[in-house]
Nanobody
């Protein structure tokens, strides 16, 4: 069974840092674009960050640019989202997503066909 498992979420004060991890089961990341999305209560799922299958190219939502960093470790078959200078508005469930093999990265939810169950990030003021 193909699945993604996120971890690293939790409760943090504003200004703090968290690192999310995404580990696959039944597939490899090395040839897939990967992304992180988030969904706050009552809101639609929104794009956070994406990385190309090669790991060379990245893209960030304006709201997190300069604070969050997405990376891939192909040796560990893990995708990370380093979140610094956290704000209360970063509070959401964070989801890891994988796109088809050798496809392009994208900001669209519809572009990704494999999703994790999500990990809760709560930032207090």
């Amino acid at each position: 069974q193909v699945q993604l498992v996120e971890s690293g979420g939790g409760l943090m004060q504003a200004g703090g840092s968290l690192r999310l991890s995404c580990v696959p089961s039944g597939l490899t990341f090395s040839n897939r674009p990967m992304a992180w999305f988030r969904q706050a209560p009552g809101k639609e799922r929104e794009f956070v960050a994406a990385i190309s299958w090669s790991g060379i190219s990245t893209d960030y939502a304006d709201s997190v640019k300069g604070r969050f960093t997405i990376s891939k470790d192909n040796a560990q078959n893990t995708v990370f989202l380093q979140m610094n200078s956290l704000k209360p508005e970063d509070t959401a469930v964070y989801y890891c997503a994988a796109a088809p093999i050798f496809d392009s990265r994208s900001r669209s939810v519809l572009h990704y066909d494999i999703w994790g169950q999500g990990t809760q990030v709560t930032v207090s003021s």
